[in-house]
């Protein structure tokens, strides 16, 4: 007989993970953060509970993972390109980012809300998407001080800020994010 012997415990496997990030955006961005437990998360995921708690703390980690990556597959961090100025690598950049919130808008919504009634929450929202969201775009614009295509008088994270207040202010009001907004925010920003 030719039996595999099953090893000590449940292995992690990448497809419990995915199936507990898709668990944990399907049923946020039909309930709205608050309104989903762990249990509705591992229930429908049909994982164990230890599962979910050998990868991530907390849902709020869980669920910021799972944005994070859902806003990657539309926004990946934009990289050095030499044959695309750092203008039209921010212009694809929020092209991507608003194409992505026109299926998450309502769960970022609902993230930024519960943000603001728990710190610990707010933390981590800041710290694992917001942040390095900043960054990515700070970073953009000091590449485009390199070879002149913004001054140098200029100040990059200043910039970013005035670029995510920008679209942040119009998500939390309801207000159109597409193409034409984002060639506007980088006409502001580059001149133009």
């Known amino acids: 007989m030719n039996e595999k012997k099953r090893p000590v415990g449940r292995p992690t496997s990448a497809e419990a993970g995915t199936a507990l990030k898709a668990a944990a955006l399907s049923l946020i961005r039909e309930k709205g953060y608050e309104k989903v437990s762990i249990a509705d998360i591992i229930r429908t995921a049909g994982v164990a509970r230890q599962t979910l708690y050998n990868r991530w703390n907390t849902k709020a980690d869980l669920v910021l993972e799972a944005v994070f990556d859902e806003t ?6 934009p990289i050095s390109d ?3 100025t750092c203008r039209d690598q921010l212009e694809a950049f929020l092209i991507g980012v608003f194409t992505h919130l026109e299926t ?4 970022l919504r609902a993230l930024i809300a519960a943000a603001q009634r728990d ?3 707010r ?3 800041y710290t694992g998407f917001v942040l390095p969201r900043e960054r990515m775009v700070t970073d953009l614009l000091r590449r485009a001080q390199e070879p002149g295509e913004l001054s140098r008088a200029r100040d990059p994270e200043m910039l970013s ?3 995510h ?3 942040w202010y119009r998500l939390l009001n309801g ?3 597409d193409a034409g907004y984002a060639r506007a925010i980088v006409g502001e920003i580059f001149g133009g």
Do not use: K
Request: hydrophobic fraction near 45%; glycine fraction near 14%; charge should be negative.
């Open 72 to 77: 990657g597959r539309y926004a990946a961090e």
């Open 82 to 84: 030499d044959d695309r």
């Open 104 to 107: 998450d808008g309502d769960t």
């Open 119 to 121: 710190a610990e929450f």
């Open 123 to 125: 933390a981590a929202f």
């Open 161 to 163: 800020a005035f670029i």
């Open 165 to 167: 207040g920008a679209f």
């Open 175 to 177: 207000g159109s994010l």
